[in-house]
């Protein structure tokens, strides 16, 4: 087996420096955990992950459930009830429950934003670099202007024309999104399509679609895994943002940005319904932050010491 130099570790041995062979994953590893902030935000994140998967059985209620008798209860530690641990809402409804459900809705739905959003943009930023010309000048204008826009604003727009649900949302959060993903694979495209390795494979024959997703594509995606992870945490902030202006998902979906705009109006006298689900999406925006630098740094070779 051939090592390769860039991931071998200099070891001093009977007066003479040998070279010892590292695994990839393994000096990722090395230097992405160097990083506590990195680490800090992937733990949150496996917790977010595993509370999103097993949401149904660590709830202490049903979501949707309301309790008459237990409206705008305070948290447990404010001389609430032990059974509503975060206090309920205006309807009586378990805050704890709902924020727990809203995490399994605001991640998969983040996550299918992404996956959308950088699958079309990796084709159409390929196409745009390895064909280039008035192709890649009509890519980029479309691009160009959509950027022009503010994100939010453009999906605004496009909810109000598709309208208001959480399938629509997500849509248009993939639309705003795609600008992004396109010029990022499009750069990268554009450094990698004049290698030896891509003119080689050009030269025994392969074939356009073999050269752009697997030759070229491979050499492409550490700034997209990091686009990726940062695009995750915009998605968790604009599909707050439309639950918040009620574009998004619709009551009484336990969403976090539909939860703060119902209980807007009890800011003053019941903090603790608008404080928990604007705090789960701070800290959930934040760990995105945190791992995406994490992977910038352990991805970009330039970063390494």
């Known amino acids: 087996m051939s090592e390769n130099p860039a991931s071998a570790a200099p070891v001093e041995k009977l007066g003479q420096t040998e070279f010892v062979y590292i695994h990839p994953f393994w000096e990722f590893w090395n230097y992405f955990r160097s990083s506590k902030g990195a680490l800090a935000g992937l733990v949150f994140i496996f917790a977010a992950i595993l509370v999103a998967v097993f949401a149904p059985f660590i709830v202490p209620h049903h979501p949707f459930e309301q309790y008459r008798d237990a409206l705008l209860v305070p948290p447990v530690w404010e001389s609430g009830n032990s059974s509503f641990i975060l206090g309920t809402d205006d309807l009586g409804r378990d805050i704890l429950s709902r924020i727990i459900y809203g995490t399994r809705i605001s991640l998969s739905i983040s996550l299918m934003v992404v996956i959308l959003s950088l699958a079309t943009g990796v084709v159409i930023g390929l196409i745009a670099g390895y064909f280039r010309g008035m192709i890649e000048m009509l890519i980029m204008r479309l691009m160009d202007i959509m950027l022009a826009l503010p994100s939010l604003l453009l999906a605004i727009a496009i909810v109000a024309v598709l309208g208001p ?30 290698r030896d390795y891509v003119i080689s494979s050009r030269v025994s024959g392969a074939g356009v679609f073999r050269i752009m997703f697997i030759t070229i594509l491979p050499n492409c995606w550490a700034p997209l895994i990091v686009q990726s992870t940062l695009g995750i945490s915009n998605a968790i902030l604009d599909l707050a943002a439309l639950g918040f202006l009620g574009l998004g998902a619709q009551p009484p979906t336990p969403e976090w940005g539909t939860m703060l705009s119902n209980a807007l109006q009890f800011l003053q006298r019941a903090w603790w319904v608008v404080t928990f689900p604007g705090l789960i999406i701070l800290l959930s925006v934040l760990a995105f932050n945190l791992m995406g630098d994490g992977l910038r740094d352990a991805l970009d070779p330039k970063l390494k010491k």
């Open 165 to 194: 649900s959480l399938v629509n949302a997500a849509l248009a959060i993939s639309i705003v999104s795609l600008p992004h993903y396109v010029r990022l694979t499009r750069a990268a495209t554009i450094g990698e399509v004049n």
